[in-house]
């Protein structure tokens, strides 16, 4: 069974500050990697994903994340905050087998300041 | 293309009342899903279903029914209606499994 752990349940960080999010994860398989973004009243869309290759995987706003194997991470970055960028960040995994289900962490409250 | 529709988007129940929740996607994903999302919680996975007609238990199953007739429909079904069943529903979609999931706009249900 997989599993993910979302460090901090609130982040605050300044307009223009570095964005950091982390996620640790759990797998018996390799696992493929999701972040996600919820804005208010809203469902969850893509924000990124590592399924095979690149352990530096970009996606969209700006965000990035890298796979790191040994350190069971996935921790989402952005050099530069933006108001807009105020959200809550789900951190998932599935493997691809056993209907490749998805495991969510906690979520993570982004705060921007201005 | 619409991707995933879910309806209602609000609902207050009564206890012990029934209703079904209605999710619909247009992108002829096989696999879908239902996720109820509780303050401060993450996901947790409900049902799951691989195709038309084959549908499974998630984590938090109890009180809740599914069907998948066709491809494009998946309706969330609650019998006997709770307060603990109060929450925000999610369906979801992907085109294979262990693929992105396309999310739904959710229907905030309260139970009183």
């Known amino acids: 069974a997989q599993s993910v752990t979302q460090l901090g349940s609130h982040v605050s960080v300044s307009e223009g500050a570095l964005v950091l999010l982390r996620c640790n994860y759990s797998s018996s398989v390799p696992p493929y990697l999701f972040w996600y973004v919820q804005y208010p009243n809203q469902g969850l869309q893509l924000l990124l994903k590592y399924t095979t290759g690149a352990t530096l995987v970009k996606g969209i706003n700006g965000f990035e994340a890298e796979f790191k194997k040994s350190e069971t991470s996935f921790h989402l970055t952005k050099p530069s905050a933006h108001m807009s960028d105020a959200a809550e960040y789900f951190c998932?995994?599935?493997?691809?087998?056993?209907?490749?289900?998805?495991?969510f962490g906690d979520g993570t409250t982004l705060t921007v300041k201005p | 293309n619409a991707g995933v529709t879910q309806t209602p988007k609000f609902r207050i129940l009564k206890i012990g009342q029934s209703m079904t929740l209605q999710c619909t996607q247009d992108?002829?994903?096989?696999?879908m899903y239902w996720y109820r999302q509780d303050p401060g919680m993450g996901l947790k996975l409900i049902y799951y279903?691989?195709?038309?007609?084959?549908?499974d238990k998630g984590e938090v199953p109890n009180g809740y029914n599914v069907s998948r007739s066709t491809t494009e429909d998946f309706p969330l079904r609650l019998e006997l209606a709770a307060p603990s069943q109060t929450s925000v529903y999610f369906c979801a979609s992907s085109y294979s499994r262990a693929d992105t999931q396309y999310f739904g706009p959710g229907t905030r249900l309260t139970v009183l």
């Open positions: 992108m002829n994903h096989n696999y």
């Open positions: 998932a995994v599935s493997v691809n087998t056993n209907a490749g289900k998805s495991t």
């Open positions: 279903s691989v195709g038309a007609g084959i549908t």
